[in-house]
């Protein structure tokens, strides 16, 4: 049974947060999906994704392809797992159910702590997912190191 782990965004941007998240994961051999709400969206991160250099390639693709199911790391709209990832990543807003973290080893909520609905859709999310028998933890940078602020075990 796995935990949702809610990223709160303040010192670095998503595209910052992301790929060190997204290494984590790869080392821990987990197949991610990073979930979005917008295809443009999700079109800009691939191509932030390429661009971090050699020191940090992350091998992933864009949902759509004729490869999805062998991505290590994919970039989706959709709540279909194609890749038959373990860890989820959602960004901006995109929606986790209770079941989907039960079945994950991890699932990471990242927001931006300087937009007010994207804080108040995350306390949403929180509420859902520990109202639903999940594990969370809570993260903030605001201190300039992430550091573990809150935490809810499964009922």
């Not at 994704?49 to 940090?56: F, K, T, Y």
Request: net charge negative.
């Amino acid at each position: 049974m796995g935990a949702a782990y809610f990223y709160h965004l303040t010192q670095t941007s998503m595209d910052v947060t992301l790929p060190r998240l997204l290494e984590k994961a790869r080392g821990a051999g987990w197949r991610i999906a990073v979930r979005g709400v917008d295809p443009g969206r999700m079109e800009w991160l691939d191509q932030k994704l390429w661009l971090l250099g050699e020191e940090s390639f992350l091998a992933h693709g864009l949902a759509g392809g004729a490869h999805d199911a062998m991505q290590p790391i994919l970039l989706t709209t959709d709540v279909t797992l194609a890749n038959g990832a373990t860890c989820v990543m959602s960004v901006d807003g995109a929606e986790v159910s209770a079941e989907e973290v039960q079945a994950a080893d991890r699932v990471c909520i990242l927001f931006d702590g300087h937009d007010p609905e994207a804080v108040q859709h995350a306390r949403g999310q929180w509420k859902a997912l520990t109202d639903g028998g999940c594990a969370a933890q809570y993260w903030s940078e605001e201190s300039g190191n992430w550091q573990k602020k809150a935490e809810s075990g499964a009922a």
